[in-house]
Protein backbone atom coordinates (compact mmCIF):
# COMPACT_ATOMS: atom_id res chain seq x y z
CA UNK A 1 0.00 0.00 0.00
CA UNK A 2 1.21 3.43 -0.86
CA UNK A 3 2.33 5.12 2.40
CA UNK A 4 1.07 9.17 2.46
CA UNK A 5 3.21 11.25 0.55
CA UNK A 6 3.81 14.36 3.02
CA UNK A 7 6.56 15.64 1.56
CA UNK A 8 4.96 15.77 -1.88
CA UNK A 9 1.72 17.72 -0.22
CA UNK A 10 3.59 20.04 1.40
CA UNK A 11 6.21 20.69 -1.60
CA UNK A 12 2.70 22.26 -2.92
CA UNK A 13 2.42 25.12 -0.22
CA UNK A 14 5.09 27.99 -1.12
CA UNK A 15 3.72 29.47 2.32
CA UNK A 16 5.23 26.43 4.30
CA UNK A 17 8.76 27.89 3.68
CA UNK A 18 8.22 30.18 6.29
CA UNK A 19 10.16 30.89 9.03
CA UNK A 20 9.25 32.86 12.39
CA UNK A 21 12.28 33.77 14.26
CA UNK A 22 14.71 31.12 12.87
CA UNK A 23 11.65 28.17 13.36
CA UNK A 24 9.51 27.15 10.17
CA UNK A 25 6.13 28.13 10.90
CA UNK A 26 3.60 25.33 11.50
CA UNK A 27 0.30 26.56 10.03
CA UNK A 28 -1.96 24.27 12.74
CA UNK A 29 -4.80 27.12 11.99
CA UNK A 30 -6.34 25.18 9.25
CA UNK A 31 -10.42 25.46 10.85
CA UNK A 32 -9.76 29.29 10.14
CA UNK A 33 -8.82 28.55 6.71
CA UNK A 34 -5.84 26.25 5.03
CA UNK A 35 -2.93 27.55 2.66
CA UNK A 36 -2.90 27.87 -0.53
CA UNK A 37 -1.02 25.75 -2.63
CA UNK A 38 0.49 27.05 -6.01
CA UNK A 39 -1.55 25.83 -8.40
CA UNK A 40 -4.17 27.63 -6.95
CA UNK A 41 -2.18 30.53 -6.63
CA UNK A 42 -1.58 30.14 -10.49
CA UNK A 43 -5.10 29.55 -11.52
CA UNK A 44 -5.90 33.35 -10.20
CA UNK A 45 -2.99 34.75 -11.69
CA UNK A 46 -3.36 33.42 -15.12
CA UNK A 47 -7.52 34.17 -15.05
CA UNK A 48 -6.27 37.63 -13.92
CA UNK A 49 -3.50 38.20 -16.56
CA UNK A 50 -4.88 36.55 -19.37
CA UNK A 51 -8.78 35.83 -19.42
CA UNK A 52 -10.17 39.03 -17.13
CA UNK A 53 -13.25 40.39 -18.38
CA UNK A 54 -17.15 40.34 -17.26
CA UNK A 55 -19.07 37.52 -18.32
CA UNK A 56 -21.65 37.47 -21.16
CA UNK A 57 -19.68 39.43 -23.78
CA UNK A 58 -18.94 38.18 -27.74
CA UNK A 59 -15.32 38.91 -27.35
CA UNK A 60 -12.50 35.95 -26.28
CA UNK A 61 -11.68 36.95 -22.48
CA UNK A 62 -15.53 37.15 -21.61
CA UNK A 63 -16.03 34.02 -23.72
CA UNK A 64 -13.21 32.67 -21.34
CA UNK A 65 -14.67 33.66 -18.36
CA UNK A 66 -17.91 31.96 -19.31
CA UNK A 67 -15.88 28.81 -19.72
CA UNK A 68 -14.39 29.43 -16.03
CA UNK A 69 -17.71 29.61 -13.96
CA UNK A 70 -18.97 26.70 -16.06
CA UNK A 71 -16.16 24.76 -14.86
CA UNK A 72 -16.41 26.15 -11.35
CA UNK A 73 -19.46 24.95 -11.46
CA UNK A 74 -18.66 21.30 -12.45
CA UNK A 75 -16.07 21.21 -10.07
CA UNK A 76 -18.16 22.10 -7.14
CA UNK A 77 -20.90 19.50 -8.73
CA UNK A 78 -17.76 16.96 -8.33
CA UNK A 79 -16.92 18.54 -4.59
CA UNK A 80 -20.12 17.83 -3.30
CA UNK A 81 -21.88 15.03 -5.49
CA UNK A 82 -24.99 17.10 -7.25
CA UNK A 83 -25.20 18.42 -10.71
CA UNK A 84 -23.67 21.65 -11.56
CA UNK A 85 -26.87 23.32 -11.92
CA UNK A 86 -27.01 22.69 -8.05
CA UNK A 87 -24.04 24.65 -6.98
CA UNK A 88 -23.97 28.23 -6.53
CA UNK A 89 -21.82 31.00 -5.42
CA UNK A 90 -21.16 33.63 -3.42
CA UNK A 91 -18.94 36.03 -1.23
CA UNK A 92 -18.76 33.57 1.79
CA UNK A 93 -21.02 31.22 3.48
CA UNK A 94 -21.83 33.50 6.02
CA UNK A 95 -23.72 35.84 3.20
CA UNK A 96 -24.85 33.06 0.76
CA UNK A 97 -27.03 31.94 4.62
CA UNK A 98 -28.19 34.94 4.98
CA UNK A 99 -29.52 35.35 1.50
CA UNK A 100 -30.56 31.46 1.84
CA UNK A 101 -32.73 32.60 5.26
CA UNK A 102 -34.69 35.42 3.40
CA UNK A 103 -35.62 33.34 0.72
CA UNK A 104 -37.04 30.64 3.23
CA UNK A 105 -38.26 33.30 5.47
CA UNK A 106 -40.51 34.60 3.01
CA UNK A 107 -41.99 31.68 2.51
CA UNK A 108 -42.80 31.62 6.67
CA UNK A 109 -45.65 32.63 8.44
CA UNK A 110 -45.99 34.01 12.18
CA UNK A 111 -45.86 31.17 14.83
CA UNK A 112 -44.02 28.67 12.11
CA UNK A 113 -40.60 27.23 13.86
CA UNK A 114 -36.68 26.69 12.43
CA UNK A 115 -34.77 24.17 14.66
CA UNK A 116 -30.85 25.48 15.63
CA UNK A 117 -28.59 24.06 17.62
CA UNK A 118 -26.39 25.42 20.06
CA UNK A 119 -23.38 23.44 18.65
CA UNK A 120 -22.98 25.42 15.85
CA UNK A 121 -21.29 28.44 14.25
CA UNK A 122 -22.85 31.99 14.47
CA UNK A 123 -23.23 31.62 10.88
CA UNK A 124 -25.62 29.25 11.12
CA UNK A 125 -27.25 30.87 13.78
CA UNK A 126 -28.07 34.08 13.40
CA UNK A 127 -29.56 34.57 9.80
CA UNK A 128 -32.22 32.36 11.69
CA UNK A 129 -32.83 33.80 14.80
CA UNK A 130 -33.18 37.16 12.90
CA UNK A 131 -36.43 35.84 11.37
CA UNK A 132 -37.96 36.20 15.27
CA UNK A 133 -38.20 39.10 14.29
CA UNK A 134 -40.95 38.65 12.10
CA UNK A 135 -43.31 36.15 14.35
CA UNK A 136 -40.94 33.19 13.36
CA UNK A 137 -40.24 30.63 16.85
CA UNK A 138 -36.85 29.96 17.01
CA UNK A 139 -35.81 26.77 18.68
CA UNK A 140 -32.56 25.28 19.66
CA UNK A 141 -31.37 21.79 20.40
CA UNK A 142 -28.93 21.77 23.24
CA UNK A 143 -25.59 20.36 23.47
CA UNK A 144 -24.17 17.39 26.33
CA UNK A 145 -21.18 19.63 27.31
CA UNK A 146 -19.47 16.10 28.64
CA UNK A 147 -19.31 14.94 25.79
CA UNK A 148 -19.75 17.98 23.29
CA UNK A 149 -22.41 16.12 21.61
CA UNK A 150 -26.26 16.69 19.98
CA UNK A 151 -29.41 16.22 22.43
CA UNK A 152 -30.39 13.44 19.96
CA UNK A 153 -33.61 13.07 22.14
CA UNK A 154 -34.38 17.10 22.69
CA UNK A 155 -33.66 16.56 18.73
CA UNK A 156 -36.58 14.69 17.79
CA UNK A 157 -38.83 16.05 20.23
CA UNK A 158 -38.21 19.48 18.62
CA UNK A 159 -38.92 18.94 14.82
CA UNK A 160 -42.29 18.96 15.03
CA UNK A 161 -44.64 18.06 11.77
CA UNK A 162 -46.80 20.85 10.68
CA UNK A 163 -44.89 23.36 13.07
CA UNK A 164 -40.94 22.66 12.23
CA UNK A 165 -40.59 24.61 8.68
CA UNK A 166 -36.51 24.91 8.37
CA UNK A 167 -33.84 22.67 10.30
CA UNK A 168 -30.38 23.68 10.66
CA UNK A 169 -27.57 22.49 12.10
CA UNK A 170 -23.77 22.23 11.36
CA UNK A 171 -21.93 18.88 9.64
CA UNK A 172 -19.29 19.38 12.41
CA UNK A 173 -18.19 22.01 14.98
CA UNK A 174 -15.47 23.93 14.61
CA UNK A 175 -15.17 24.77 17.85
CA UNK A 176 -14.68 21.04 19.27
CA UNK A 177 -14.44 18.90 15.91
CA UNK A 178 -17.87 16.59 16.78
CA UNK A 179 -19.01 15.13 13.72
CA UNK A 180 -22.70 15.55 13.46
CA UNK A 181 -25.16 12.75 12.57
CA UNK A 182 -26.66 15.10 9.57
CA UNK A 183 -28.18 12.67 7.92
CA UNK A 184 -30.30 12.02 10.71
CA UNK A 185 -31.29 15.03 11.19
CA UNK A 186 -32.17 15.77 7.67
CA UNK A 187 -34.37 12.60 8.20
CA UNK A 188 -36.33 14.04 10.40
CA UNK A 189 -37.05 17.01 9.02
CA UNK A 190 -37.64 15.49 5.80
CA UNK A 191 -40.60 13.65 8.12
CA UNK A 192 -41.47 16.99 9.41
CA UNK A 193 -42.21 18.41 5.93
CA UNK A 194 -39.44 20.73 6.60
CA UNK A 195 -36.16 21.89 4.46
CA UNK A 196 -33.08 21.26 5.75
CA UNK A 197 -30.04 23.44 6.16
CA UNK A 198 -26.28 21.82 6.30
CA UNK A 199 -23.65 24.23 7.44
CA UNK A 200 -20.43 22.01 6.04
CA UNK A 201 -17.62 24.40 6.32
CA UNK A 202 -15.42 22.50 8.67
CA UNK A 203 -16.27 19.71 7.70
CA UNK A 204 -15.70 20.30 4.43
CA UNK A 205 -11.91 19.67 4.61
CA UNK A 206 -12.32 16.96 6.91
CA UNK A 207 -14.48 14.34 4.74
CA UNK A 208 -15.61 13.60 1.43
CA UNK A 209 -19.19 15.42 1.08
CA UNK A 210 -22.49 13.47 -0.98
CA UNK A 211 -25.51 15.34 -0.85
CA UNK A 212 -27.13 12.90 -2.37
CA UNK A 213 -26.75 10.52 0.51
CA UNK A 214 -27.08 12.95 3.24
CA UNK A 215 -30.14 14.05 1.42
CA UNK A 216 -30.61 18.02 2.68
CA UNK A 217 -32.30 20.70 0.86
CA UNK A 218 -29.11 22.78 1.36
CA UNK A 219 -25.36 22.84 2.22
CA UNK A 220 -22.90 25.40 2.33
CA UNK A 221 -19.10 25.45 2.54
CA UNK A 222 -15.98 27.97 1.98
CA UNK A 223 -13.24 26.88 -0.81
CA UNK A 224 -11.34 28.54 1.43
CA UNK A 225 -11.46 25.93 4.19
CA UNK A 226 -10.11 23.33 1.52
CA UNK A 227 -7.17 24.99 -0.16
CA UNK A 228 -9.08 27.59 -2.25
CA UNK A 229 -9.77 31.00 -2.11
CA UNK A 230 -12.28 33.10 0.30
CA UNK A 231 -15.38 32.25 -2.34
CA UNK A 232 -18.72 30.47 -0.58
CA UNK A 233 -20.09 27.65 -2.17
CA UNK A 234 -24.11 26.25 -1.80
CA UNK A 235 -25.65 23.11 -2.58
CA UNK A 236 -29.00 23.74 -3.40
CA UNK A 237 -30.93 20.88 -4.54
CA UNK A 238 -33.07 21.69 -7.41
CA UNK A 239 -36.33 21.31 -6.13
CA UNK A 240 -36.05 23.19 -3.33
CA UNK A 241 -34.72 25.94 -5.23
CA UNK A 242 -37.86 25.89 -7.14
CA UNK A 243 -40.31 26.18 -4.15
CA UNK A 244 -38.54 29.62 -2.88
CA UNK A 245 -38.26 32.77 -4.65
CA UNK A 246 -34.57 33.87 -3.77
CA UNK A 247 -34.17 37.85 -3.95
CA UNK A 248 -32.69 38.41 -7.48
CA UNK A 249 -32.60 41.47 -9.95
CA UNK A 250 -35.27 41.51 -13.04
CA UNK A 251 -32.74 40.87 -15.35
CA UNK A 252 -30.97 38.04 -13.88
CA UNK A 253 -31.20 34.48 -15.08
CA UNK A 254 -34.56 32.81 -13.44
CA UNK A 255 -32.90 29.40 -12.83
CA UNK A 256 -30.28 27.72 -10.64
CA UNK A 257 -27.56 28.02 -10.40
CA UNK A 258 -27.75 32.00 -11.72
CA UNK A 259 -30.40 32.53 -9.56
CA UNK A 260 -28.88 32.32 -6.36
CA UNK A 261 -25.83 34.13 -7.86
CA UNK A 262 -26.57 37.99 -7.63
CA UNK A 263 -24.35 40.58 -8.66
CA UNK A 264 -20.43 40.02 -10.77
CA UNK A 265 -19.22 36.85 -9.09
CA UNK A 266 -15.33 36.90 -8.07
CA UNK A 267 -14.25 34.94 -11.29
CA UNK A 268 -10.66 34.91 -10.59
CA UNK A 269 -11.82 33.31 -7.37
CA UNK A 270 -13.86 30.24 -8.79
CA UNK A 271 -10.73 29.54 -11.32
CA UNK A 272 -9.03 28.82 -8.06
CA UNK A 273 -11.91 27.21 -6.12
CA UNK A 274 -11.59 24.82 -8.97
CA UNK A 275 -7.66 24.33 -9.33
CA UNK A 276 -8.43 23.68 -5.32
CA UNK A 277 -10.36 20.76 -6.01
CA UNK A 278 -8.48 19.71 -8.84
CA UNK A 279 -5.52 19.99 -6.49
CA UNK A 280 -7.81 17.63 -3.91
CA UNK A 281 -8.09 14.93 -7.08
CA UNK A 282 -4.69 15.03 -7.64
CA UNK A 283 -4.57 13.59 -3.47
CA UNK A 284 -6.64 11.08 -4.69
CA UNK A 285 -5.42 10.54 -7.48
CA UNK A 286 -2.39 9.80 -6.23
CA UNK A 287 -3.32 8.07 -2.83
CA UNK A 288 -5.65 6.10 -4.24
CA UNK A 289 -4.19 2.58 -3.44
CA UNK A 290 -4.40 3.68 0.36
CA UNK A 291 -8.05 4.22 0.19
CA UNK A 292 -9.61 2.48 -2.73
CA UNK A 293 -11.41 -0.44 -0.70
CA UNK A 294 -13.20 2.47 1.10
CA UNK A 295 -14.27 4.18 -1.62
CA UNK A 296 -18.40 4.16 -2.78
CA UNK A 297 -19.07 2.16 -6.10
CA UNK A 298 -19.87 3.71 -8.88
CA UNK A 299 -17.92 6.91 -9.24
CA UNK A 300 -16.10 8.31 -11.57
CA UNK A 301 -13.38 10.48 -12.87
CA UNK A 302 -12.85 13.73 -10.95
CA UNK A 303 -15.69 13.10 -8.60
CA UNK A 304 -14.08 9.84 -7.78
CA UNK A 305 -10.45 11.28 -7.29
CA UNK A 306 -11.50 14.18 -5.14
CA UNK A 307 -13.53 11.59 -2.54
CA UNK A 308 -10.63 9.29 -2.61
CA UNK A 309 -8.18 12.58 -1.62
CA UNK A 310 -10.41 13.61 1.34
CA UNK A 311 -10.42 9.80 2.32
CA UNK A 312 -6.29 9.69 2.64
CA UNK A 313 -6.07 13.44 4.22
CA UNK A 314 -8.36 11.97 6.91
CA UNK A 315 -6.45 8.80 7.33
CA UNK A 316 -3.34 10.31 7.72
CA UNK A 317 -4.47 13.11 9.83
CA UNK A 318 -6.34 10.98 12.12
CA UNK A 319 -4.13 9.42 14.18
CA UNK A 320 -1.91 12.68 14.18
CA UNK A 321 -4.89 13.78 16.03
CA UNK A 322 -5.25 11.23 18.29
CA UNK A 323 -1.52 11.10 19.21
CA UNK A 324 -1.71 14.30 20.06
CA UNK A 325 -4.87 14.16 22.04
CA UNK A 326 -3.26 12.06 24.48
CA UNK A 327 -0.08 13.53 24.70
CA UNK A 328 -2.13 16.62 25.75
CA UNK A 329 -4.02 14.84 28.16
CA UNK A 330 -0.63 13.90 30.05
CA UNK A 331 0.57 18.03 30.61
CA UNK A 332 -0.63 18.98 33.51
CA UNK A 333 -3.33 21.39 33.26
CA UNK A 334 -4.39 20.68 30.00
CA UNK A 335 -8.38 20.10 29.76
CA UNK A 336 -9.46 18.99 26.62
CA UNK A 337 -12.94 19.37 25.04
CA UNK A 338 -14.76 17.68 22.48
CA UNK A 339 -16.61 13.85 21.44
CA UNK A 340 -15.81 10.89 23.66
CA UNK A 341 -12.18 9.21 21.73
CA UNK A 342 -13.86 6.58 19.11
CA UNK A 343 -17.00 9.07 18.35
CA UNK A 344 -16.84 11.05 14.95
CA UNK A 345 -14.93 13.64 15.02
CA UNK A 346 -12.19 15.90 12.95
CA UNK A 347 -8.58 16.24 12.95
CA UNK A 348 -9.26 19.45 15.40
CA UNK A 349 -8.11 19.89 19.12
CA UNK A 350 -9.53 22.11 21.26
CA UNK A 351 -8.14 22.38 24.94
CA UNK A 352 -7.79 24.90 28.04
CA UNK A 353 -4.31 24.95 29.79
CA UNK A 354 -4.94 26.21 33.76
CA UNK A 355 -3.21 29.61 34.96
CA UNK A 356 -3.09 30.94 31.27
CA UNK A 357 -5.80 32.31 29.17
CA UNK A 358 -6.27 31.11 25.54
CA UNK A 359 -5.03 34.31 24.40
CA UNK A 360 -1.62 34.31 26.28
CA UNK A 361 -0.91 30.73 25.12
CA UNK A 362 -1.56 31.56 21.46
CA UNK A 363 0.74 34.35 21.57
CA UNK A 364 3.37 32.64 22.83
CA UNK A 365 3.18 29.55 20.47
CA UNK A 366 2.82 31.87 17.47
CA UNK A 367 6.29 33.29 18.34
CA UNK A 368 8.05 29.95 18.34
CA UNK A 369 6.36 29.36 15.02
CA UNK A 370 3.30 27.64 16.30
CA UNK A 371 0.55 29.36 14.64
CA UNK A 372 -3.05 27.92 16.36
CA UNK A 373 -6.71 29.80 17.42
CA UNK A 374 -7.75 31.05 20.47
CA UNK A 375 -11.09 32.35 21.49
CA UNK A 376 -15.27 31.07 20.45
CA UNK A 377 -14.25 31.09 16.57
CA UNK A 378 -17.67 32.38 16.24
CA UNK A 379 -19.07 28.76 18.13
CA UNK A 380 -19.98 31.50 20.85
CA UNK A 381 -23.16 29.96 21.97
CA UNK A 382 -20.97 26.71 22.48
CA UNK A 383 -18.20 28.60 24.36
CA UNK A 384 -20.43 30.26 26.79
CA UNK A 385 -22.21 27.02 28.00
CA UNK A 386 -18.86 25.61 28.35
CA UNK A 387 -18.27 28.71 30.94
CA UNK A 388 -15.17 29.52 29.11
CA UNK A 389 -16.31 33.15 27.38
CA UNK A 390 -14.74 34.78 30.75
CA UNK A 391 -11.39 32.73 30.41
CA UNK A 392 -10.85 33.73 26.81
CA UNK A 393 -12.04 30.72 24.75
CA UNK A 394 -10.34 27.79 23.79
CA UNK A 395 -7.04 26.91 22.32
CA UNK A 396 -7.59 25.60 18.88
CA UNK A 397 -4.86 23.18 16.74
CA UNK A 398 -6.15 22.18 13.51
CA UNK A 399 -4.74 19.78 11.51
CA UNK A 400 -4.49 19.29 7.65
CA UNK A 401 -3.10 17.65 4.96
CA UNK A 402 0.39 19.19 5.63
CA UNK A 403 0.40 18.96 9.10
CA UNK A 404 3.69 16.47 10.23
CA UNK A 405 4.48 14.78 13.16
CA UNK A 406 7.31 16.76 13.98
CA UNK A 407 5.14 19.87 14.43
CA UNK A 408 2.64 18.32 16.91
CA UNK A 409 6.02 16.99 18.57
CA UNK A 410 7.30 21.01 18.76
CA UNK A 411 3.82 22.05 19.93
CA UNK A 412 3.86 19.42 22.74
CA UNK A 413 7.04 20.61 23.93
CA UNK A 414 6.08 23.96 24.26
CA UNK A 415 2.58 23.41 25.70
CA UNK A 416 4.69 21.35 28.77
CA UNK A 417 7.05 23.95 28.89
CA UNK A 418 4.19 26.65 29.20
CA UNK A 419 2.65 24.31 31.63
CA UNK A 420 5.84 24.57 33.95
CA UNK A 421 5.58 27.78 33.70
CA UNK A 422 2.28 28.54 35.67
CA UNK A 423 3.79 25.62 38.47
Same mark, same amino acid.
Given at each position: ?12 ? +? ?15 ? +? ?16 ? =? ?26 ? =?? &? ?86 ? *? ?7 ? *? ?25 ? @????? %? ?14 ? @??? &? ?25 ? %?? %?? @? ?21 ? =? ?13 ? +? ?39 ? @??? +? ?47 ? =? ?34
Amino acid at each position: MTQYDVAYVRSQF +PALERMIDGRPAAYLDG +PGGTQTPQRVLDAVHEYL =AGHNANYGGRFATSAETDATIDEAHRAG =AD &FLGCDAEEVSFGANMTTLTYFLAEALGRRLQPGDEVVITALDHEANRSPWLQLAERGVVVREVPVDLATCMLDWAAFEALVRPGRTKV *VALGYASNA *VGTINDVARAVALARAAGAWSVVDAVH @YALHG %PIDVRAVGCDFLLCSA @YKF &FGPHVGLMYARREATGQVEPLHLATQH %PE %PP @YVWETGTLNFEGLAGTTAAIDFI =ADLGARHLDMVEDRL +PAGLQGRRRAVVAGMLAGEVYEQPLARWLREQLAGIPGVTL @YGP +PEGSPRTSTVSFTLDGVPAGEAARTLGERGLFVWDGDFYAARLVELLGL =AERGGLIRVGLAPYTTQSELERLVTALGDLSRSVR
